[in-house]
């Protein structure tokens, strides 16, 4: 159903379609995050802290990138249109890049070649995500100005994206091990990885009516508090008891942990249309790439953190992989190979499907955007104090998930084969340092100023201004 004005009702069709999007990308880019540096250290042979450096290298170079993607997809009106377009132009390079990322045919060559190699295919990879990413952050802002239904949309995003999670979290340890014909399945991994999706198909649809019930800044402090009980849980646990006659304590410490991570972030993108408004609100210009792609940026420094930290903190704890014998996932490359190639090709079924059900119905015209520019991204960072809020909150939060996401891998596949210091320090990323990163986030989203009565207020602004042009 169409309103007027932009306030645009959508199908459940088309909402599926756009959440298509986020479960297709995170096929693809949430194997990268949970483990390619696993697959780096343990199968392709990188040393841990060479790894930690590439993927800091691979963030700084997204801060040049991501500007130039932004603006450039404010000022370009492709003819399949503006933001949905992408979806399917990068949506076929970055599915070729992601399978190349796991291709261990270099085994035998120098450490110099193979460290250009993953340095070429990951940098390719990371910027072809940023050419996918930013547009499609855009696209949401672009189907409608209704805040229910922006809401409605973010949480089946988010239910999507999390679906994604969790056919990556679970399914890449079992279809690894199917890959490598291994007899015995790594059952307990994949349930554990699991549980860091799982709880987003018991919550996420309910987060219209928490929002409702206790405002958005209160279901942030209900909900981060929630993890950080979790992580010290988790940390107790592990630490004063056997691990192995523990499980299910460790699972329902991982369940409450991601019950809290998966509602506070995944409730976080709903905010990004807020500022957009706000933005055109107090400039005039609906430069939706602009806000993505800084967005964009401050995900990706956060990821930068979370991607540095584990790998220098398994190099400072001494880490070695585990013999093959020892280790709970396989060492085969070509399982690695052909895990990834089918999980990227249903990724880009996905990508062309979001392609097919989306509309674009609230965008700025090519006059309105011929202005555009690169230093627009610092002017508007400078004058949309919601959008500096959010983006501490954007550093925080992915900082934490890439933490967090990294580790688990190590600490479900040979942490009790480990030294007592690099087992202190596994755990250290799964639990104590994505803790701290939460107490943050949780004085950082108390200044954050949009409530729903305020964004109610600017949008019916901004529809009057549009009449009187009319």
């Known amino acids: 159903m169409e309103a007027n004005n932009g306030y645009y009702k959508l199908s459940w069709l088309q909402r599926i379609g756009f959440g298509s999007g986020d479960l297709a990308q995170n096929l693809i880019y949430q194997t990268i995050c949970m483990y390619l540096l696993f697959f780096y250290t343990n199968i392709y042979g990188l040393d841990p802290g060479v790894a930690g450096t590439m993927f800091l290298v691979?963030?700084?170079?997204?801060?040049?990138?991501?500007?130039?993607?932004?603006?450039?997809?404010?000022?370009?009106?492709?003819?399949?249109?503006?933001?949905?377009?992408?979806?399917?132009?990068?949506?076929i390079p970055l599915t070729v890049l992601a399978i190349l990322c796991f291709w261990n045919g270099l085994a035998g060559s120098t450490p110099t070649i193979k460290l250009v190699y993953a340095y070429v295919t990951y940098v390719g990879l990371s910027m072809l995500y940023t050419l996918i990413n930013v547009p499609y952050g855009a696209l949401n802002s672009s189907l409608t100005r209704d805040t229910d239904e922006i809401t409605i949309l973010t949480s089946v995003r988010m239910f999507m994206a999390n679906l994604g999670g969790l056919a990556v979290s679970a399914g890449i340890p079992l279809l690894v091990a199917v890959m490598a014909g291994m007899a015995e399945l790594p059952l307990q991994m994949a349930l554990f990885m699991g549980l860091g999706s799982l709880p987003a198909f018991i919550f996420m649809p309910f987060v219209p009516a928490i929002k409702r019930a206790v405002g958005k800044k209160n279901m942030f402090y209900i909900f981060l508090s929630v993890a950080i009980v979790?992580?010290?849980?988790?940390?107790?646990?592990?630490?004063?008891?056997?691990?192995?006659?523990?499980?299910?304590?460790?699972?329902?410490?991982?369940?409450?942990?991601?019950?809290?991570?998966?509602?506070?972030?995944?409730?976080?993108?709903?905010?990004?249309?807020?500022?957009?408004?706000?933005?055109?609100?107090?400039?005039?210009?609906?430069?939706?790439?602009?806000?993505?792609?800084?967005?964009?940026?401050?995900?990706?420094?956060?990821?930068?953190?979370?991607?540095?930290?584990?790998?220098?903190?398994?190099?400072?704890?001494?880490?070695?992989?585990?013999?093959?014998?020892?280790?709970?996932?396989?060492?085969?490359?070509?399982?690695?190979?052909?895990?990834?190639?089918?999980?990227?090709?249903?990724?880009?079924?996905?990508?062309?499907?979001?392609?097919?059900?989306?509309?674009?119905?609230?965008?700025?015209?090519?006059?309105?955007?011929?202005?555009?520019?690169?230093?627009?991204?610092?002017?508007e960072f400078l004058r949309n104090r919601p959008l500096r809020v959010i983006a501490c909150f954007f550093i925080t939060a992915f900082a934490m998930m890439s933490v967090g996401n990294a580790a688990g891998a190590y600490y479900m596949n040979d942490l009790q084969s480990q030294s007592p210091l690099a087992q202190e320090g596994i755990l250290w990323l799964v639990c104590v340092i994505p803790a701290a990163l939460l107490v943050l986030a949780m004085f950082i989203i108390s200044r954050y100023e949009l409530t729903d009565e305020k964004m109610d207020e600017i949008n019916r602004a901004i529809v009057e201004r549009e009449n009187t042009k009319k």
Not at 76 to 87: A, V
Not at 249 to 262: D, E, M, W
Not at 268 to 277: F, G, K, R, T
């Open 58 to 91: 691979v963030r700084l170079v997204d801060v040049l990138w991501d500007p130039l993607v932004g603006t450039y997809v404010d000022k370009h009106n492709p003819r399949w249109g503006k933001y949905r377009s992408y979806l399917v132009l990068a949506g």
């Open 230 to 379: 979790g992580m010290a849980m988790l940390y107790c646990i592990t630490k004063f008891t056997d691990m192995k006659e523990n499980m299910l304590l460790i699972y329902i410490a991982q369940f409450i942990k991601s019950t809290g991570v998966i509602v506070a972030t995944g409730y976080m993108w709903a905010l990004i249309p807020e500022v957009i408004s706000y933005g055109e609100y107090t400039s005039g210009k609906r430069i939706a790439g602009i806000v993505n792609a800084l967005t964009g940026i401050f995900f990706k420094a956060g990821m930068a953190l979370g991607g540095v930290v584990p790998g220098y903190v398994l190099a400072y704890c001494s880490y070695q992989a585990a013999p093959e014998e020892a280790s709970t996932l396989p060492t085969s490359g070509s399982a690695w190979f052909y895990t990834m190639l089918i999980y990227a090709l249903v990724g880009l079924a996905l990508l062309v499907f979001c392609f097919t059900q989306t509309r674009e119905r609230v965008v700025m015209d090519a006059k309105e955007t011929e202005n555009v520019k690169v230093s627009d991204l610092w002017t």
